[in-house]
């Protein structure tokens, strides 16, 4: 199930980023006194009462009498509304309540989301400033009083918040229908990959980065197998806010890969790895995702001998945590290598389902140990005394050893290595839990 996104959202310097950083427990926002401050990274995974959520940090809100002005703040509060399951609204109780309070109130409660009012800077033991109360005019509900930078009050918050997020679906979900999740930056193609696979006009297409605006859901069968494809917002628009909408695409991009069997990860064969990709791309590994990276305009490349393997190498060097992810170099425009997709998206999630033997696992562990002898510190080897799988999607292993923190990092790669080598795991991450057996 996916994560709730919640966005924190509120007009410039009233405290938005330290309340983010204060909630998701480090210092990932960038915070200064002057507004306006540009922020590399305004998302992070966040807990709260055991459930997992994404939380956003949107850029400060502030109406202008000036209609550019005013339509990109519209814009960028847009994109933050659209994504979001939960809005919290932050203004400042010092200074009390505002004109540009009203204006934002105003907006959100347009959208029908839930909303949650924080009322930062509460930074006093005891009762809240009497200014608090004004905050009642906007309507939207019961303020919160906290502060960002003591943490007073951030519980209370976050139970307001916690109490509009969509309940847990426990129920089994048709598991003969593989997910498959299209990703990547704005204008890269998606869309028009959808409409090559499904071979018709299904989803609307245009060259202007940002025309799809919500995640499209379209089942499709192909041979007799159901597939699901998650068609991911592109939220960039013309303008001078570019860069700040174009980072809420990868929010969007993470709660897809949550509801994802595979990933396939678009790259723009004209511009390489970006920095987006990347993020997502290792949103899907720790997640723990069946992945294919399909590099898309394979056609407006100009081809050399080995155009294809020089370029796969860049790729796995921008994306070197995944070098097991198959490269499908594909064309959407012509449909170039487009029918080999399901044959790939099949092969992958069959390879995140894979479920080994305890004995060909152990026969596997014996040989690799045999060839390369485990490490030792201070006179002491490491013992890998057996090995069994706990689970797929993705393979996980356990290994029962003697010492814990003799397995260095190097020598599970190793054992990982061993273990592709010998049963192939091609587009799955393999995770590895390291336990020391009992006496």
């Known amino acids: ?65 000036k209609d550019e002005i005013l339509s990109q703040m519209r814009s960028q509060a847009q994109v933050a509304i659209d994504s979001a399951d939960v809005i919290i609204l932050v203004v400042d109780v010092k200074e009390g309540m505002t004109a540009t309070d009203k204006d934002v109130a105003t907006m959100l409660q347009k959208s029908g989301k839930p909303l949650v009012l924080a009322c930062n800077k509460a930074d006093a033991p005891g009762e809240p400033p009497l200014q608090m109360y004004d905050f009642y005019n906007l309507a939207i509900g019961e303020p919160v009083p906290v502060s960002g930078i003591h943490g007073m009050g951030v519980g209370d918050l976050l139970d307001a918040a916690a109490a509009h997020f969509p309940e847990t679906d426990d129920s089994d979900e048709d598991e003969e229908i593989i997910k498959v999740a299209i990703v990547g930056k704005p204008n890269v193609g998606k869309s028009s990959l959808i409409n090559r696979i499904l071979g018709e006009q299904r989803v609307i297409v245009s060259p202007v980065a940002g025309t799809t605006r919500d995640a499209i859901d379209t089942y499709y069968t192909h041979g007799g197998d159901k597939y699901l494809f998650i068609d991911t917002a592109g939220m960039r628009k013309r303008g001078k806010i570019d860069e700040n909408i174009e980072r809420y695409s990868v929010v969007r991009s993470l709660s897809s890969v949550d509801r994802a069997d595979v990933v396939l990860i678009m790259i723009d064969a004209a511009e390489g790895v970006t920095e987006q990709d990347t993020k997502i ?19 407006v490349i100009e081809k050399q001998t080995n155009t294809m393997d020089n370029y796969r190498l860049e790729v796995q060097e921008g994306l070197s945590y995944m070098t097991y992810a198959p490269i499908l170099f594909v064309s959407a425009k012509t449909g170039q290598r487009v029918d080999r997709l399901f044959e790939m998206i099949k092969y992958v999630a069959n390879q995140n389902a894979t ?16 060839k390369v002898q485990p490490p030792t510190d201070k006179g002491k080897r490491l013992k890998i005394y057996y090995g069994t799988q706990a ?49």
Request: aromatic content about 10%; overall charge positive.
């Open 1 to 65: 199930m996916p994560k709730p996104i919640v966005a924190i959202v509120g007009r410039p310097n009233v405290g938005k980023s330290t309340l983010f950083n204060k909630i998701v427990g480090k210092r990932i926002a960038i915070v200064e006194d002057t507004p306006g401050v540009t922020r590399d990274r305004i998302y992070a995974e966040a807990e709260w009462a055991g459930r997992n959520f994404i939380l956003v940090d949107t850029g400060g809100i502030e109406p202008s009498a």
């Open 281 to 299: 791309a290792g949103y899907a590994h720790e997640n723990g995702k069946a992945c294919l990276i399909v590099v898309n305009k394979w056609d």
């Open 355 to 370: 479920r080994i033997s305890t004995g060909m696992l152990n026969d596997v562990l014996g040989d690799a140990t045999a």
């Open 391 to 439: 689970s797929i999607r993705p393979p996980t292993f356990v290994l029962f050893v003697n010492e814990k923190k003799l397995a260095h990092f190097s020598y599970i790669r190793y054992i990982e290595n061993q273990l592709r080598a010998t049963f192939g795991f091609e587009g799955t991450p393999i995770r590895f839990l390291i336990r020391e057996k009992e006496s």
